[in-house]
DNA sequence: AAATTATAGGTAACCGCTTTCCTTCTCGTC
DNA sequence: GACGAGAAGGAAAGCGGTTACCTATAATTT
C-alpha cells in the first residue's frame, strides 16, 4: 500500500550522510563535540528522513525511560478527569510521557500491570491503588524507580502520597449539616470500603458528630456501596425507615445523586425535609435539580502535586514534603 | 533502603543454573527442544528469582510488542467508561496489554502521541481522533503497525473504524419527539463541529424531520456546544425564545442535562412544556429529576468489536467486516 | 558395528541506540 | 620545528533478549 517504510533508523541517516551512527547520535544527543556545520547537516537530514529515535532501544540502553505510568483503579470514575489532565500536563511540561493504566479496582489486575511496568523501564509510576491491593506494595517496592501514592493510599505514614484532605472534607459536611438542623439525625453512607478515602471520610463524619456532642448511632451508617443503584435501594431503605426532618451525608457525589432519587420517588422533599451533602463536586452537580451541595475535591491540584512530588523523586532531588493532604472546599447548594 | 535489586535478566538465571541464556530463553518461549527436566528446573529458578522478561528488550528483538495503544479524544468524558473496558476485556483476553494516551481533543497532542507510539513498537492501535486531527492520518499510515478507528472516523469510506450508529441514534430520538408533539418545534442541539458523532447526529435529525415532513429552520438548529454551561445558556436562551410547547433532542446527554436545568430556572416545565432526549445514557440518567430520556449507545460492544477487529488485523488475518455501525436503543424517560 | 538421526543444548550475531575510550588533525607555543 | 592541547569524529562494547546455525551425545536403523 505505501511506499516508504517507515523504520528509519540512525544506521540509515549515518549512511547517507556517509557519517558514523556515533555522530548522528550525539548530534541528537546535543553533545558539544561535533561541529556546527555538521551537525546542522545531521539535523536536516533527520527531519527530510522523519527519523524517530526507537524508544524502546533508548530506554533498553539507557536504563531507564522519558516514560511515567500512571495505575488508577477506576478511570471511569468522573473524579478521574481532573485528577489526570493534572497528572498529565505537568508531566507533559517536565518532558515525561504519560502511560495510563486501568486497574478495574482489581487487585490482581492491578499486580499484573506493576509487574509488566517493572519490566519496561518506566522513570516512575503514579499508583492510585485497587480496593484490596496491599499485596502490590511489594512489586512496587522491588522495581526500583520511584513512585507515588495519589489519591489513595495504603498507610498513613506511607512513604510518600498525595491526597485530599478526605477527613476535612466529611468533617466539614457533616458539620454543615448539623448546624442547619441542630438536633436531628445525620446519616451517613458510605463508598466502598477497605480504601482510605471512604476510611478518612468515615473518620471525619465521626468527628464532627463528636464535636456536635452527638451520639453516633450504627443505624445511622450505610457501608461499602459502590454505584447509583446501590445507592438508590438505600435511599429507599432510608425513607420508609426515619422520619423527617434529617440528614444524609454522602461519601461521594453519585451515591448522593441515587439517594436524591429515591428520596424524591418516596415523596421525601430534599432540602425541605432531608438535607444532602456529598463529595467531590461533579459537573453535574451544580446543574441538578436540585442542584447538589457537596465538597470540592481539589483534582487538578491534587494531580500537579503528585506529578511534581514523582517529578522530584525521579530527579532524585531531596523532597521536602513526602505527604501531602490537599484541602477540600464546601460548597452549598440546594440540597442543603 | 532495599538491599535486593530486581534486575534479574535471563543472564542472571543462566548463570545460577549453570546453563545458556539460550536455553532459558528457549523454555520461556516454549520450544521443544529442551528435556522436561532442565525446563522444570528452569522455570523453577525462574520463578525463585522472580524474573520478569524484559519487554523493551523484547520488543526491541523481535520487531513488535504485545501492547496496543488506545489514543482516546479526551477519557474524561463519562461516555469513555464503558468502551475502554470494552477494548481491555477483550484485549487482554487475547493476550495483549492496553496503553492509554489521552488527546485532550488536541490535534497537535494527538500527532505527537501517535508519534511516540510509531516508536514503540506497538501491536496495534485503536484511536478515537481529536477534532481536527486529520493530519495525524499521514503519521497513522507512516508507522506501518494496524490501526482502527473507534467512535469517531475521519472519512465514511475509512479503512477500518467501529462507531455507534449516530445517525440511527438521532433519528429514532427526533422521530420520537415528533411523534409525541407532532407539528410542533423539534429543536437541536450539537456537540463540537467537525467529529463524525456530531455531523451523523445532526443528519439524523435532518432526516428524522424530513421524513416527517416538517420543514427544517436554521433557528431550531444550536451548534458546536461543549459542555454544561454552554448548553445552559443556550437553554436559558430558548427558554426565552420560544414559546412551549416544543421539543429539544440534545446530540448529548451532559448537554441535555444543563438545557434541563436552564429550562426548570425559567419556569417551563419537562415534559409538559418541553420535551427532551439526549445521547448516551450516562449512568445518571435514570436517577436524575425528572429522568432523562435518551438513545443509549452500545458503548461496550464499541469497545469489544474495535478490539476484536484490531486483533485481527494484528493477526494478519483476513477481515469480513471493515467498517461497524453499532445499533442505538431509544430509551423513553421522564423527559419526553 | 557402522551409519543415520534425533535430542539437548550452546555460539554468536543482531535489534537500535548510547557512551567510553581512541584516533586523527589542526593549531598555538616556546 | 617539535611538542602538547584541543577539536571533531569513529570503533566497539553492551543494554536484555531471540534465533539461525552448529555440535556433541544418545538412540535408532540396517
Given at each position: 500500500?505505501?511506499?516508504?517504510?517507515?523504520?528509519?533508523?540512525?544506521?540509515d541517516i549515518a549512511k547517507r550522510m556517509h557519517v558514523s551512527v556515533t555522530t548522528v547520535s550525539k548530534v541528537l544527543n546535543g553533545h558539544q563535540d561535533i561541529s556546527e556545520p555538521t551537525r546542522q547537516r545531521v539535523l536536516q537530514t533527520v527531519k527530510?528522513?522523519?527519523?524517530?529515535?526507537?524508544?524502546?532501544?533508548?530506554?533498553?540502553?539507557?536504563?531507564?525511560?522519558?516514560?511515567?505510568?500512571?495505575?488508577?483503579?477506576?478511570?471511569?470514575?468522573?473524579?478521574?478527569?481532573?485528577?489526570?489532565?493534572?497528572?498529565?500536563?505537568?508531566?507533559?511540561?517536565?518532558?515525561?510521557?504519560?502511560?495510563?493504566?486501568?486497574?478495574?479496582?482489581?487487585?490482581?489486575?492491578?499486580?499484573?500491570?506493576?509487574?509488566?511496568?517493572?519490566?519496561?523501564?518506566?522513570?516512575?509510576?503514579?499508583?492510585?491503588?485497587?480496593?484490596?491491593?496491599q499485596s502490590s506494595k511489594e512489586v512496587l517496592d522491588s522495581m526500583d524507580i520511584p513512585y507515588v501514592f495519589s489519591n489513595r493510599y495504603f498507610a498513613q505514614d506511607e512513604d510518600y502520597y498525595v491526597?485530599?484532605?478526605?477527613?476535612?472534607?466529611?468533617?466539614?459536611?457533616?458539620?454543615?449539616?448539623?448546624?442547619?438542623?441542630?438536633?436531628?439525625?445525620?446519616?451517613?453512607?458510605?463508598?466502598?470500603?477497605?480504601?482510605?478515602?471512604?476510611?478518612?471520610?468515615?473518620?471525619?463524619?465521626?468527628?464532627?458528630?463528636?464535636?456536635?456532642?452527638?451520639?453516633?448511632?450504627?443505624?445511622?451508617?450505610?457501608?461499602?456501596?459502590?454505584?447509583?443503584?446501590?445507592?438508590?435501594?438505600?435511599?429507599?431503605?432510608?425513607?420508609?425507615?426515619?422520619?423527617?426532618?434529617?440528614?444524609?451525608?454522602?461519601?461521594?457525589?453519585?451515591?448522593?445523586?441515587?439517594?436524591?432519587?429515591?428520596?424524591?420517588?418516596?415523596?421525601?422533599?430534599?432540602?425541605?425535609?432531608?438535607?444532602?451533602?456529598?463529595?467531590?463536586?461533579?459537573?453535574?452537580?451544580?446543574?441538578?435539580?436540585?442542584?447538589?451541595?457537596?465538597?470540592?475535591?481539589?483534582?487538578?491540584?491534587?494531580?500537579?502535586?503528585?506529578?511534581?512530588?514523582?517529578?522530584?523523586?525521579?530527579?532524585?532531588?531531596?523532597?521536602?514534603?513526602?505527604?501531602?493532604?490537599?484541602?477540600?472546599?464546601?460548597?452549598?447548594?440546594?440540597?442543603?
Amino acid at each position: 500500500m505505501r511506499s516508504t517504510s517507515n523504520n528509519i533508523t540512525m544506521k540509515d541517516i549515518a549512511k547517507r550522510m556517509h557519517v558514523s551512527v556515533t555522530t548522528v547520535s550525539k548530534v541528537l544527543n546535543g553533545h558539544q563535540d561535533i561541529s556546527e556545520p555538521t551537525r546542522q547537516r545531521v539535523l536536516q537530514t533527520v527531519k527530510e528522513m522523519g527519523y524517530v529515535p526507537n524508544l524502546m532501544a533508548v530506554n533498553l540502553r539507557c536504563n531507564k525511560g522519558n516514560m511515567v505510568g500512571l495505575v488508577l483503579s477506576d478511570i471511569s470514575k468522573p473524579y478521574f478527569s481532573k485528577v489526570i489532565h493534572g497528572y498529565e500536563s505537568t508531566l507533559l511540561a517536565a518532558g515525561y510521557q504519560t502511560l495510563i493504566f486501568n486497574s478495574l479496582e482489581q487487585a490482581d489486575r492491578q499486580y499484573q500491570i506493576l509487574k509488566q511496568i517493572a519490566s519496561m523501564y518506566l522513570a516512575g509510576v503514579i499508583i492510585d491503588p485497587a480496593q484490596n491491593s496491599q499485596s502490590s506494595k511489594e512489586v512496587l517496592d522491588s522495581m526500583d524507580i520511584p513512585y507515588v501514592f495519589s489519591n489513595r493510599y495504603f498507610a498513613q505514614d506511607e512513604d510518600y502520597y498525595v491526597a485530599a484532605d478526605n477527613k476535612k472534607a466529611s468533617y466539614l459536611a457533616t458539620e454543615h449539616l448539623i448546624q442547619r438542623k441542630p438536633g436531628f439525625p445525620v446519616l451517613c453512607i458510605n463508598g466502598p470500603d477497605n480504601i482510605s478515602p471512604t476510611i478518612r471520610r468515615y473518620e471525619g463524619y465521626l468527628e464532627a458528630l463528636k464535636d456536635a456532642s452527638i451520639q453516633q448511632k450504627s443505624e445511622w451508617v450505610f457501608n461499602n456501596l459502590y454505584d447509583l443503584s446501590d445507592a438508590y435501594t438505600i435511599g429507599k431503605k432510608i425513607a420508609s425507615t426515619f422520619q423527617p426532618p434529617f440528614s444524609i451525608f454522602c461519601s461521594t457525589d453519585q451515591l448522593a445523586v441515587g439517594v436524591l432519587r429515591a428520596l424524591h420517588d418516596s415523596g421525601l422533599r430534599v432540602p425541605e425535609d432531608v438535607g444532602i451533602v456529598g463529595v467531590d463536586d461533579v459537573d453535574m452537580a451544580p446543574y441538578l435539580t436540585p442542584s447538589l451541595s457537596t465538597v470540592s475535591l481539589p483534582k487538578e491540584s491534587i494531580g500537579e502535586t503528585s506529578a511534581n512530588l514523582l517529578i522530584t523523586l525521579m530527579n532524585g532531588q531531596p523532597v521536602e514534603t513526602p505527604r501531602y493532604l490537599l484541602d477540600p472546599k464546601l460548597i452549598i447548594r440546594e440540597t442543603s
